[in-house]
Each structure stands twice: as structure tokens, then as C-alpha cells.
């Protein structure tokens, strides 16, 4: 798992915000598993909430507009000119889903699929820059790509965002890349296609830290979660896979001790 530096650099996920059909349930849950406290925009942003551990922003909510998406998390990689990016995404055989929208003083998005079906964000900075904690107790630790077609996907993100990408585990069973930006891991690819149901596409996951993953996973579930994979120990942490109360998938992290 990497820290940040801010400025992001471009194509480094800076950002991750839940779309929930139940907001208020959204804004209760988090704040209670993840000690985070929720502020609300307004109107004039679309009522879009920020949650903010210590001070400190780290994700946000927003409405699920009900036009057929399941309730999910995203990730949005970063970028120095929104359209250029679009353009470059089209032409790389991804397809744009929200053409460029400027949000008033914070910045410029948009939102695309790559080829692999994986939906993503893009963000163009100006008063929101992103993260501002991270790999840390309350906040995002760590953003994956589960992707159904990895060759494409390496393709994509290598040429859209200029990631290298570094073998970690290259075999059938188990078959894992980080993209790099300037010599830092910044995500993870993993070939989902051997364990994906064909109902469920390629997507970003995003992982959450937490001092206890144990004792994080046994609030969730008290908060109305549903445990999607058992804690355990990996490599990388400790870690587990849980569903929302409205379905949203997270992932919960804790380094190794010691």
C-alpha cells in the first residue's frame, strides 16, 4: 500500500465517492463504522455529501439517480485536462458515460467505462484536490481494478494515463499488477475473469483502513453489512470484503502488525 503526495500527479486516484439509494442510510452507516463526519453541499451542488475523518476530507455521497446503476463506490484517477483525457480514453476504446462537466470552483470530471466494462471517474482539480488523508486509520488505503480482460485493461490505463504496470503474480490462479506513476504504486489490477460471475463486470474496488479489521467487520455487520469474504490474513494485510445495507461493495485493511 503507497501514500499520496498532493498535488496528485495524473492518473493517480485521488478521489472515491459512494452512489447510494439510500442516502441517509449511507451517511449513518460510514459515519458510524468509519468515525467519519458528513457535510452536505446544498442545492446548488446536488446535495452532494463529504465525509471527512479528523478534518480531513477522504470520500464522498452522492444520490443514486435510480436510471438502472447498482449502488456502488468510484474511483477517480486524475488528470490535468478532462477532455484531452476523454479524447484520449475514446480513442483507446473506452466509452464516455458523463460527458466533461465542470463543478463549480472545485474542478472539471467526467465519467468513463474502460474497454473491460470497468467504470471510473476522472477529476480535473481546482479548489477540491482530493484526498487529503490517506492510507490511514479512517480513510482510503488502497483502489483495485477487478478487470475480465487484463491485456486490455494494462493497454488502456498504460496509454490513457501513462501507468506502468509491475508484475506481482503472473499465473492463472493468481494474476496481479500494480500501476505505477513516477515510480510508486498508485492501484491494482487483478485478472477477475476466472472468479467474476457473468452478471457482474469488470469494476474498481476500493479499500478502506481501519486499526481492527476484525472489530470493524463485527460493527459492519451490527450497522446492517453483509460479509462477502471472511477477514484474513494476505501478503498485504489484513483484510475482508463486506456489502453495505443498500449493497455497495467495500473493502476493509489492516497493515501486518509489527
Given at each position: 500500500m503507497?501514500?499520496?503526495?498532493?498535488?496528485f500527479?495524473?492518473?493517480?486516484p485521488?478521489w472515491?465517492?459512494?452512489m447510494?439509494?439510500?442516502?441517509d442510510?449511507a451517511?449513518d452507516?460510514?459515519?458510524?463504522?468509519?468515525?467519519?463526519?458528513?457535510?452536505d453541499?446544498?442545492a446548488?451542488y446536488?446535495n452532494y455529501?463529504?465525509?471527512?475523518?479528523?478534518?480531513?476530507?477522504?470520500a464522498?455521497?452522492?444520490a443514486?439517480?435510480g436510471?438502472?446503476?447498482p449502488?456502488?463506490?468510484?474511483?477517480?484517477?486524475?488528470?490535468e485536462?478532462?477532455?484531452?483525457?476523454v479524447?484520449?480514453?475514446?480513442?483507446?476504446?473506452?466509452?464516455?458515460?458523463?460527458?466533461?462537466?465542470?463543478?463549480?470552483?472545485q474542478?472539471?470530471?467526467a465519467?468513463l467505462?474502460?474497454?473491460a466494462?470497468?467504470?471510473?471517474?476522472?477529476?480535473?482539480p481546482?479548489?477540491?484536490?482530493?484526498f487529503q488523508?490517506?492510507?490511514?486509520p479512517?480513510s482510503?488505503?488502497w483502489?483495485?481494478?477487478?478487470?475480465?480482460?487484463y491485456?486490455a485493461?494494462?493497454?488502456?490505463?498504460?496509454?490513457?494515463?501513462g501507468?506502468d504496470?509491475q508484475?506481482?503474480?503472473?499465473?492463472?490462479?493468481?494474476r496481479?499488477?500494480?500501476?505505477?506513476?513516477g515510480?510508486?504504486?498508485v492501484?491494482?489490477m487483478?485478472d477477475?475473469?476466472?472468479?467474476?460471475p457473468?452478471e457482474?463486470p469488470s469494476h474498481?474496488?476500493?479499500?478502506?483502513g481501519?486499526?481492527?479489521?476484525?472489530?470493524?467487520?463485527?460493527?459492519?455487520v451490527?450497522?446492517g453489512?453483509?460479509?462477502?469474504?471472511p477477514?484474513?490474513?494476505?501478503?498485504?494485510?489484513?483484510?475482508?470484503?463486506l456489502?453495505?445495507?443498500?449493497?455497495?461493495?467495500f473493502k476493509?485493511?489492516?497493515?501486518?502488525a509489527g
Open positions: 503507497a501514500t499520496r503526495n498532493t498535488p500527479a495524473p492518473g493517480t485521488s472515491v465517492d459512494l447510494s439509494s439510500d442516502v442510510k451517511k452507516f460510514y459515519s458510524n463504522l468509519m468515525g467519519w463526519t458528513a457535510e453541499s446544498g446548488e446536488g455529501v463529504t465525509f471527512s475523518s479528523d478534518g480531513h476530507k477522504v464522498g455521497l452522492m443514486n439517480p436510471t438502472g446503476a449502488d456502488g463506490w468510484n474511483t477517480y484517477l486524475t488528470t485536462d478532462a477532455q484531452a483525457t479524447d484520449a480514453a475514446t480513442a483507446a476504446g473506452g466509452s464516455v458515460l458523463m460527458p466533461v462537466m465542470e463543478v463549480p470552483e474542478g472539471t470530471m465519467m467505462a474502460d474497454p466494462g470497468a467504470v471510473f471517474g476522472i477529476w480535473q481546482a479548489g477540491h484536490t482530493g488523508k490517506y492510507n490511514e479512517g482510503v488505503s483502489d483495485e481494478l477487478h478487470t475480465k480482460d491485456q485493461s494494462k493497454d488502456f490505463y498504460g496509454k490513457v494515463f501507468l504496470f508484475t506481482t503474480s503472473d499465473t492463472d490462479d493468481f496481479y499488477f500494480t500501476g505505477q506513476i515510480g510508486s504504486d492501484m491494482g487483478m477477475a475473469k476466472a472468479y467474476l457473468a457482474v474498481w474496488t476500493v479499500y478502506f481501519v486499526a481492527d479489521v476484525d472489530a470493524a467487520v463485527a460493527k459492519a451490527e450497522l453489512a453483509s460479509i462477502v469474504r477477514a484474513e490474513d494476505t501478503p498485504y494485510g489484513r483484510l475482508a470484503d456489502s453495505d445495507p443498500t449493497g455497495a461493495n476493509l485493511h489492516a497493515p501486518i
